[in-house]
């Protein structure tokens, strides 16, 4: 597609209970990354993909927390047994390889947890 | 540890003043820096870079290695130049960015 998709744009859950974020990256990109941006707060990595190398996830904050992503495709975001703290916009953004132009952003997923 | 850090968390300043956002980084290896611009209801996009040395919207940003800055600078604001600005170092295996933590620039007429 013509850019970063994410969806779903928002999304309200009850503490406990699972969610999934999805992200279409931009056709060709090889690399993608989620970022989590909590209110008043920069952008925190979480994690990132390159083509079929093992991804990064240094920044994970939890095991609650994992991705996915297959090949060059979708990436799902998955978080289990939310907790308040996990109330932010996740962002998603794909990039080419070894990329000097920056990365193109999604419109991202606003999570709230009640 | 690499870091960035936007020491300001809002910048407010009047229409046709001159805008210098500060951005200082802390990073063992070669730099490439970025400045991302998020305007309202819009999402976060790419302003510069500091390798093509390019001005847009008016912006420019020189990398200062000896004093570890990059901070964003426009001679005269618009009110248009309203947004959060986001300053971003590239990690040397060209891969990860990591963030500072945003400056709202608030333009009034």
């Known amino acids: 597609g013509a850019g970063v998709s994410q969806s779903p744009s928002n999304k309200v859950t009850e503490k406990g209970k699972d969610v999934e974020l999805r992200c279409d990256p931009i056709?060709?990109?090889?690399?993608l990354y989620w970022y989590r941006q909590r209110l008043g707060q920069g952008l925190e990595f979480l994690i990132y993909?390159?083509?079929?190398?093992?991804?990064?996830k240094s920044g994970l904050p939890s095991d609650r927390f994992s991705a996915e992503r297959t090949g060059e495709s979708v990436s799902t975001l998955t978080i289990q047994r939310t907790q308040q703290e996990d109330s932010a916009v996740y962002l998603c953004?794909?990039?080419?390889?070894?990329?000097?132009?920056?990365?193109?952003f999604g419109s991202g997923t606003r999570l709230t947890v009640v | 540890a690499q870091r960035v850090t936007q020491p300001e968390k809002l910048l407010s300043v009047f229409k046709g003043a001159p805008v210098e956002l500060k951005c200082n980084y802390s990073?063992?290896?070669?730099?490439?820096l970025f400045w991302y611009v998020q305007y309202s209801r819009q999402r976060l996009q790419l302003l510069l870079r500091?390798?093509s040395r390019e001005s847009i919207k008016g912006f420019t940003a020189d990398l200062n290695k000896g004093e570890t800055s990059f901070h964003l600078k426009k001679p005269f604001a618009q009110e248009e130049d309203s947004a959060m600005y986001y300053c971003?170092?590239?990690?040397?295996?060209?891969?990860?960015?990591?963030f500072g933590a945003g400056t709202i620039l608030r333009v009034k007429s």
């Open positions: 953004a794909s990039s080419i390889s070894r990329n000097l132009y920056g990365y193109t």
């Open positions: 056709s060709g990109h090889t690399a």
């Open positions: 993909f390159q083509g079929n190398s093992a991804p990064d």
């Open positions: 990073y063992s290896g070669s730099p490439e």
């Open positions: 500091h390798i």
């Open positions: 971003a170092l590239m990690l040397s295996d060209g891969n990860k960015l990591v």
